[in-house]
Structures are given as C-alpha cells and as structure tokens.
C-alpha cells in the first residue's frame, strides 16, 4: 500500500496566519482525501482533491478557507486560512489503496493549534 | 454529517481479556472498514469487510457485519496494553450506484487496556 509523507506534524499558529499543509505520496494516485478531526471528536472530510481539477468541498467546507492544490499525482497541499482557535485540530490526508483491498492510507497528521 | 455510531464510547479492560466495540450507520455502503488511532496521530488500517460478505478475521480481530440492521462489531480477542487507542468504523458509500469513494467515520470507542 501507499507510503504518506505529511509535514509539518504539528504547529502553533497566531489567528489570522495560514498555515499549508503537505502530503506526499511514494505512488501516483488519482484521488486524494483531506480531513479534519476537532478535539476528541470523529473525522471529517473536508475535500476531495483529484489532479488537474478542482478539488470538490464537503459541505460546511469552502475553498476560501480551506485551499487545496494538486500539482500532479504524488503530491497535494491544504492551505488553513485565517485561522482561529476554532481551527485547532488535527487535519489528515488520505489515500485509496489501489483496489481498496486494504482500505485507505493516511498520513500521520498534523496537529494545529491556533492562539 | 456523520454516518456511524459507535458502542461504547469507551471501554476499559484487562490485559487477556476480549474487547467488542460495534458501529452502525445509515446508509448502503459498499464496504466497512475498521481504523485504530494511537494518542491523536495517523490513522492505521485494520480490516475491511465488503457488503456481500459477514465475517472476517485477521489475526486477534473478527468483524461481523449485518447490512439487513446497518450494524458492524470488531472483537479484539486476548487484548494486550498495546492495543490502548481509539478505534473508528468508517464507511465507504455507494451514491446512485457508485462508489463516493470516500469515507465516512463513526464517533470512535476508547479503549484503555490495563496490563
């Protein structure tokens, strides 16, 4: 299955800043998954972004706030935006495994903090 | 919105003993998939049951999944203090007979092995 890099793995961040995150895939892959996990809460996601379009936005989610770039097939970033305390969360990328025999990949996760 | 619910929220247990924590959900799913999360990092793969099939097994973790009651369980048999974390369902959506392709995660259990 697919190998994520995510950086950074966690920040503090003033409000009002941005903060992007990456991910980087050891294979190419169609679609990538962007997801948000407030304190102890569930996973959300937040968008789909697949190569050379744009990417598509849960609802609650809007491109302004949350910008997402897809370069090529190995390769995605999320933007946080304007950020407040409210963004704090951990924010996740995924992967599909090729033939979903082994589910999704995700990365290891970055931990934002907003003050 | 979230799809599934997961029993209990938290379960606390002794080393040696078994640990069953089920998930429902609402939706028809093409699969169900089963994550663990170690102290708010990446998320790991643990099994994937499809809608046609009602059990599985990979080493100490049996799924059963009941699609007629929209209802899955994962047993984690003679358990071990590594297997402390936060266990998600997540589910893999069919949408006008296509796969969404993404997933959606229940709430989680906490599970607190004592050694």
């Known amino acids: 299955s697919a190998v994520i890099s995510q950086k950074p793995s966690r920040d503090i961040c003033q409000r009002g800043t941005s903060l992007t995150i990456q991910c980087q895939v050891d294979s190419q892959v169609t679609m990538m998954f962007w997801y948000r996990q407030q304190p102890g809460q569930s996973l959300t996601l937040i968008a789909t972004a697949n190569q050379g379009s744009e990417a598509t936005y849960e609802s609650g989610f809007v491109i302004d706030k949350f910008p997402i770039s897809r370069p090529n097939l190995t390769f995605s970033t999320l933007t946080v935006s304007n950020m407040s305390p409210e963004d704090s969360s951990i924010y996740l990328c995924?992967?599909?495994?090729?033939?979903?025999?082994?589910?999704?990949?995700f990365g290891s996760g970055t931990r934002l903090t907003v003050v | 919105s979230q799809q599934g619910e997961e029993d209990p929220q938290a379960l606390s247990i002794q080393e040696g003993e078994n640990a069953t924590m089920n998930c429902s959900y609402k939706?028809?799913?093409?699969?169900l998939q089963w994550y663990r999360q170690n102290s708010g990092r990446g998320l790991v793969h643990l099994i994937l049951?499809?809608?046609?099939?009602r059990e599985k097994h990979s080493g100490r973790l049996r799924v059963t999944l009941d699609t007629s009651k929209k209802s899955s369980s994962l047993l984690i048999t003679a358990s071990r203090a590594a297997d402390t974390a936060s266990y998600f369902c997540?589910?893999?959506?069919?949408?006008?007979?296509?796969?969404?392709?993404?997933?959606?995660f229940g709430q989680g259990t906490i599970l607190t092995v004592h050694p």
């Open positions: 997540a589910t893999d959506a069919i949408a006008g007979g296509t796969s969404y392709g993404k997933l959606t």
């Open positions: 995924s992967v599909e495994d090729y033939d979903r025999v082994y589910g999704y990949t």
């Open positions: 049951i499809r809608s046609n099939e």
């Open positions: 939706t028809s799913i093409n699969n």
